[in-house]
T-cell receptor, first 113, second 113 residues
């Protein structure tokens, strides 16, 4: 089973609409990261959350971490076509004493102009 | 500094051949990571270097895979006797000790025919 579950898998929204992407971990999180990836390219770091209740913003993108639920949400306000891409959450976890850096499967976002 | 670079960007090879990829990290970064990403999936951690020392290696990294970072600068990832299942995007990332942000290269897309 996937250790980091993202939902939804894909999302199509009209320009100007708000949207939320969720990332839930089945393991204890030590750090939760959000990245954006354009098709066929590398990942661009958006932000990192470490503490429960932490919330960070970058332009129109806000991410929160719920430590109790082992979950993070990424919220985009007033979406624009430039927000289109694949959003990936990543996390530092330890599994049987071994450090792992894992990713979710990604959420494909399309913004219609 | 132009960021993390990877070479080649695309590689097509026949099954059974060996391939080698190169990653040049950001110069002051002493951590270097290799990931593999297949279509529709998030990146999967392969291995991690701190300077020239390979500190973590995923179980995904079979005996046909080997990675080196001989001088603690650039790294190479070699795949011997390639199989069709090795077809994927191979991503490299670098980071500075004490920071969490990983900077990703554009990736090397491998196609095994």
């Amino acid at each position: 089973s996937q250790e980091l579950e993202q939902s939804p898998q894909s999302l199509i929204v009209q320009e100007g609409k708000n949207l939320t992407i969720n990332c839930t971990s089945s393991k204890t999180l030590y750090g939760l990261y959000w990245y954006k990836q354009k098709y066929g390219e590398g990942l661009i770091f958006l932000m990192m959350l470490q503490k429960g209740g932490e919330e960070k913003s970058h332009e129109k993108i806000t991410a929160k971490l719920d430590e109790k639920k082992q979950q993070s949400s990424l919220h985009i306000t007033a979406s624009q076509p430039s927000h289109a891409g694949i959003y990936l959450c990543g996390a530092d976890i330890t599994d049987s004493g071994t450090y792992k850096y894992i990713f979710g499967t990604g959420t494909r976002l399309k913004v219609l102009a | 500094d132009t960021g993390v670079s990877q070479d080649p960007r695309h590689k097509i090879t026949k099954r059974g051949q060996n391939v080698t990829f190169r990653c040049d990290p950001i110069s002051e970064h002493n951590r270097l990571y290799w990931y593999r990403q297949t279509l529709g999936q998030g990146p999967e951690f392969l291995t991690y270097f701190q300077n020239e020392a390979q500190l973590e290696k995923s179980r995904l990294l079979s005996d046909r895979f080997s990675a080196e970072r001989p001088k603690g600068s650039f790294s190479t990832l070699e795949i011997q006797r390639t199989e069709q299942g090795d077809s994927a995007m191979y991503l490299c990332a670098s980071a500075q000790t004490g920071t969490y942000e990983q900077y990703f290269g554009p990736g090397t897309r491998l196609t095994v025919t």
